[in-house]
């Protein structure tokens, strides 16, 4: 690749990149505010101001240029560092906080705002400015993010986003000068299901989600990388909480799956992770009639007893599993009913989905399928049809023992009312539901917050969740129940954590094979053998 | 009076000419569009090239270095787009050309359009200049009904459309990326360059941007021995007549066709009649109010784009506007400064808020708290916006106040100064 | 929406650029006359649909430019600039004796509707200054009395 420098250190750089962009994939640190990777650039913040000494030709640049819309060539030569870039960088900072109102102490960005940081940095330290500034006022703009237009420096990154990105074109530039404001005009608010967006790529608090308004200052959030389990393209997320709790969820960036972008609904996925009140927070065992709270050993001895009695036929056995279950989740489970009863009765529900598609990027990121496995389920060859077919049929015998993960079925009845005349019936979730309420065991698991997990989205991409908040004390990680009731119902397994499950996975599975869970970890990875959806519909996407 | 050099005010000054397509080939017009089209446009190019034309609109850059840098073989059309927008103050030049002598500069537009391969050629013109848009559609139209445009101008083959577009009020349209921008129906404003318009111009398509008076320098140029005749009417690198428009206190404000080694004393005061009232010279804004302002004793000096700059200052639109013994000066700059910030597009962060600025602390002089702190922060506000901006109204901005401040320091003080 | 004449008027203009969204400023300017002289959020979602543009994006090119008014004009709209070369010889003057006469401020329309007044940079007569527009049409080397007639003629 073609080399040129900054600051005297060689850069690589693609044939028609920016000086910027080929400066920020290696690590340099230039300041911008108007440029993003994913938009077209308008270099009008003029921020990035840099000194091309030598534009390649022997000659230098006759002014300071922006490097966001510099195309490198060979022989550049770049400096960012020396007086003449320091100033522009002062002037423009300077210029920026003429209008800007001193909001930081009640401003939601503070901390991760890099007009903030870039005045520290960069700035002068004081202000000349002595009369009034411009004062444009708060804007509910949408049912997601609000405006603060006193706070805007016009970076237009947001104008770009409705142009470009959603192409619902809600957000304009109206008047010009001193004057400019960026906003929707007149009372329209906006209706695009990415809104959230336009709170992350603004660099000020001018725009800010309303659900995250004056929770918690960001620099009190730990971070982890995971993914929305909010439907199946499965977005790379922040999960940001603090003393265990989760105020919100940020996109990571994964250029394979989502981008830069999540869309609301997966933002406000953050609240289930905060729920308490309808979570399972111990074993249950229903004791006349009743579910009461049981110790671990209690439970998956009551369960070895009862199963002993009843010496159940392969037919007699079924398990149930929605397709929010984890691949580890799903092959222990799998596991637990061939090797303990032989059979392999494991359901799940495959309904229908629509995958979007569109002259937008964005719009291709929700589905219909709001579960983050499904495809992992068809790649361990979980049963299941559109119609519940097989389900009905397996259903018709007389059941003795059924585990239920999760809440598969839910809208169906007639299941519900068989599966309740099984003599006996284990439920492993986390929330309750019309499952825990029918079982006569009740396992507690946790949620995607607490457990690691791999998952594989719709483009047959394995993920991984990472644990970011402390489970609730009483309850285990799925995979570790699966195999602690294998174990009391004869079946010994040595996994010592869910990478362990995965990585038996790759090791006994065609499917998962040359897979390393580091790799998962990280960017993800797609199968190498991959199974084909056929209830995967294809369908123009509305703005 | 001094007499002026008439090239493109050859009808305009004969009372009798009325403009219409019949009085302008009656004094010879189309004889050049005819000659240009047995030629080839590479031959036109380099005509225009040798001649040494150097735009009119206010830039001063070669027009046969602009055309020749047209991008060929894209697959795409090429356009030629004529800059009528003419709002730099003091500027009312184009609007003399259009009105009274339109067939003058369409033929010109019609060469530069046969020069670079353009078949449809779009004047802009400013929305405030309703006459000159009424004379231009009536000129288009008696040129069609002619034959001269549409499918087969003079036997030529080239089929050629003019369309006369109208603005709607904003100074920096005349920007010529700004104008593309507003021709293509969307806000005026500036693009980053590179791509430049003679690679992107109008709707992705190589694009030539130049002014009236320089379009309509053309038949003259393409006549006979026009290269030579053009060259020798000013010194080496500033060939050409050109319309200087007078203003201010002078006696005859006017515009004026003047040969390009004139001296600036003279403009004043054998053409303009010297300062009105029998008041004494205190300074010239030499090229529209972009350009640093001269002082009484710096106007000894032949206004064309070279000398102009080498002192310092530049000649723009040739717009000079003349002020006298009695003018405040820190008026003057504040509506100067009023003017950018009203006109500034927005975009970019130093003119957005630096036209602003700049105007509120010489307001504050006005209103009395000005002092030497704030004298120098004016001139570093103005600085700043120097070479830091997107397009160059930045610049435009800054050299005025810049300018004002250094030549004129004691005016300020008298807003403050108590001893 | 538009009048069958200014409708033949709009057709034209759209077949002379290649993407109909060029012709968006002429077609404004047209509705704007329909309109008496200002345009309302249907005539600029008539002609967002016309050039095939988003209406905020209409929006985006109103507030941009000075001629386009999102409120009616007088039915005399005195356009007085005072940008530099007219300032310099008495267009502020000019402008403040204006206002006093009407007895409303630049930006406003009297009540009767008659008369509004808008403060212009340069107009581009520089060289004949004070210059003012009327309408459509300029008026030049205006001085204050030719201005108190001016509008007395057009107030009968």
């Not at chain 1, 659900?211 to 960001?218: A, D, I, M, T, Y």
């Not at chain 2, 318009?197 to 053309?218: D, I, K, Q, R, W």
């Not at chain 3, 030049?140 to 009968?156: A, F, G, N, S, W």
Request: with cysteine; hydrophobic share 35%; charged share 25%.
């Amino acid at each position: 690749m073609p080399v040129f420098h900054i600051d005297g250190e060689p850069v690589e750089y693609e044939p028609g990149e920016k000086v910027l962009s080929a400066a920020l994939r290696c690590g340099k640190i230039i300041p911008h505010y108007c440029y993003h990777p994913g938009m077209s650039v308008v270099a009008t913040c003029r921020m990035c101001l840099v000194d091309v000494v030598d534009l390649g030709n022997g000659r230098p640049a006759p002014k300071l240029q922006t490097a966001c819309s510099m195309d490198a060539a060979e022989g550049m030569k770049v400096e960012t560092l020396n007086p003449k870039v320091e100033e522009g960088r002062k002037l423009v900072n300077e210029f920026l906080l003429v209008n800007h109102p001193l909001d930081c102490p009640i401003c939601d960005q503070s901390g991760e705002c890099t007009l903030q940081d870039y005045a520290f940095e960069y700035g002068s330290g004081k202000s000349e400015m002595d009369y009034s500034k411009r004062v444009n006022g708060w804007r509910d703009i949408g049912t997601f993010v609000a405006l603060e237009r006193n706070r805007c420096i016009q970076c237009s990154r947001c104008d770009r986003f409705t142009r470009e990105i959603t192409g619902t074109n809600e957000f304009g530039m109206f008047n010009r000068g001193h004057e400019l404001t960026i906003d929707t005009y007149a009372d329209r608010p906006m209706t695009n299901k990415f809104q959230g967006n336009m709170a992350d790529i603004c660099p000020v608090g001018a725009i800010t989600e309303k659900e995250f308004r004056f929770k918690r200052r960001v620099w009190k959030l730990k971070k982890n990388h995971s993914i929305c389990t909010g439907c199946s393209t499965g977005c790379n997320v922040t999960i940001e909480h603090d003393r265990n709790e989760v105020f919100r969820l940020k996109p990571h960036e994964n250029q394979n799956v989502n981008k830069w972008w999540l869309c609301d609904e997966g933002r406000l996925t953050y609240r289930l992770m905060n729920e308490r009140k309808t979570r399972i927070h111990q074993p249950l065992g229903r004791v006349d009639g009743k579910l009461e709270g049981v110790s671990w050993e209690e439970a998956y001895a009551a369960i070895a007893e009862r199963v002993a009695d009843m010496s159940p036929l392969p037919e007699e056995v079924l398990a149930l599993t929605d397709t929010h279950a984890s691949n580890e989740e799903l092959f222990l489970l799998q596991k637990l009913l061939k090797d303990v009863f032989s059979t392999d009765n494991t359901f799940c529900p495959l309904p229908k989905w629509e995958q979007s598609e569109s002259e937008f990027f964005i719009n291709t990121l929700i589905t219909t399928d709001k579960t983050p496995n499904r495809a992992g389920a068809l790649a361990l060859k979980i049963k299941g049809d559109a119609k519940s077919a097989k389900l009905k049929k397996a259903i018709e015998a007389e059941l003795k023992v059924v585990f239920v993960l999760g809440n598969p079925f839910e809208a169906e009845v007639e299941v519900l009312e068989k599966i309740k005349k099984a003599q006996l019936v284990v439920h492993l979730g986390t929330f309750h539901n019309s499952w825990s309420e029918i079982a006569d065991v009740v396992l507690p698991g946790q949620y995607y917050s607490e457990k690691e997990g791999t998952f594989i989205n719709k483009n047959q991409r394995v993920q991984a969740t990472e644990v970011a908040v402390h489970a609730l004390r009483r309850t285990r990680p799925e995979w570790r129940i699966l195999a602690d009731l294998s174990a009391a119902l004869g079946q010994q397994s040595s996994y010592g954590s869910s990478a362990d499950v995965f990585n038996a996975m790759t090791e006994q599975l065609k499917a998962f094979s040359g897979l390393s869970y580091a790799e998962i970890c990280g960017v993800g990875k797609e199968l190498r053998q991959q199974t084909k959806d056929s209830g995967m519909k294809v369908v123009k996407a509305q703005t | 009076m001094a007499e002026e050099t008439l090239v493109l005010f050859k009808n305009i000054r004969n009372p009798k000419y009325d403009k219409s397509l019949a009085a302008y080939k009656k004094s010879g017009g189309f004889k050049s569009l005819k000659k240009v089209f047995g030629m080839k446009p590479e031959e036109v190019v380099q005509e225009v090239k040798e001649s040494g034309i150097r735009g009119r609109g206010g830039a001063g850059f070669p027009t046969g270095l602009k055309w020749s840098f047209m991008a060929k073989g894209t697959g795409k059309p090429s356009y030629l787009v004529a800059n009528a927008d003419e709002s730099e103050p003091g500027t009312c030049k184009d609007r003399e050309l259009m009105l009274k002598d339109p067939h003058m500069f369409l033929e010109g537009l019609m060469i530069g359009c046969y020069a670079i391969g353009c078949h449809h050629g779009y004047v802009y013109v400013r929305g405030e200049y309703f006459p000159s848009i009424k004379s231009l559609n009536a000129a288009v139209d008696e040129l069609y009904a002619d034959g001269l445009l549409g499918p087969d101008p003079l036997g030529s083959g080239f089929n050629l459309d003019i369309t006369i577009h109208t603005g709607a009020g904003a100074y920096i349209c005349g920007e010529e990326s700004a104008l593309l921008d507003s021709l293509e129906g969307k806000r005026g404003h500036p693009r980053v360059k590179p791509p430049f318009p003679a690679v992107s111009g109008f709707n992705g398509c190589p694009t030539s941007v130049n002014n009236v008076e320089t379009l309509a320098c053309m038949p003259f140029i393409l006549g006979d021995n026009g290269v030579e005749a053009f060259k020798s009417f000013g010194p080496q690198n500033n060939s050409g007549t050109h319309l200087v428009s007078l203003s201010g206190h002078v006696n005859r404000p006017g515009v004026y066709e003047l040969r390009m080694d004139v001296n600036m004393k003279d403009i004043i005061y054998e053409y303009g009649g010297g300062i009105r009232n029998g008041k004494k010279l205190k300074g010239v804004i030499p090229g529209g109010s972009s350009s640093p302002v001269m002082t009484a004793d710096e106007v000894d000096v032949l206004y064309n784009f070279d000398d102009l700059a080498k002192k310092g200052t530049m000649m723009g639109s040739a717009a000079m506007m003349v002020f006298d013994e009695d003018t405040d000066v820190v008026k003057l700059l504040h509506r100067i400064t009023r003017f950018y910030a009203h006109e500034s597009c927005g975009q970019c962060t130093p003119c957005r808020e630096g036209t602003h600025w700049s105007r509120q602390i010489v307001r504050d002089f006005l209103n009395g708290n000005g002092s030497d702190e704030k004298l120098q922060r004016l001139n570093r506000v103005g600085g700043n916006m120097m070479g830091t901006t997107l397009c160059a109204l930045g610049d435009a901005a800054a050299m005025p106040i810049q300018s004002f401040v250094k030549k004129f320091p004691e005016e300020f003080r008298k807003y403050y100064a108590t001893v | 929406m538009f009048s069958k004449d200014i409708q033949t008027q709009v057709d034209k203009l759209l077949s002379r650029y290649p993407i109909r969204q060029n012709a968006l400023i002429p077609i404004l300017h047209l509705a704007q006359k329909e309109n008496e002289g200002w345009l309302s959020e249907d005539w600029m979602q008539h002609v967002a649909d016309i050039c095939e543009v988003p209406l905020t994006h209409v929006e985006g090119v109103v507030t941009f430019y000075t001629m386009f008014r999102l409120k009616p004009p007088g039915k005399y709209h005195l356009q007085v600039c005072t940008c530099v070369p007219c300032c310099l010889v008495g267009g502020t003057e000019l402008l403040e004796h204006t206002e006093k006469k009407l007895d409303i401020h630049a930006g406003h329309t009297t009540d009767d509707g008659v008369f509004s007044i808008e403060e212009m940079e340069c107009i581009g007569a520089c060289s004949f200054a004070p210059a003012i527009i009327v309408n459509e049409d300029y008026h030049e080397q205006v001085t204050p009395e030719e201005m108190d007639k001016m509008i007395d003629e057009l107030r009968q």
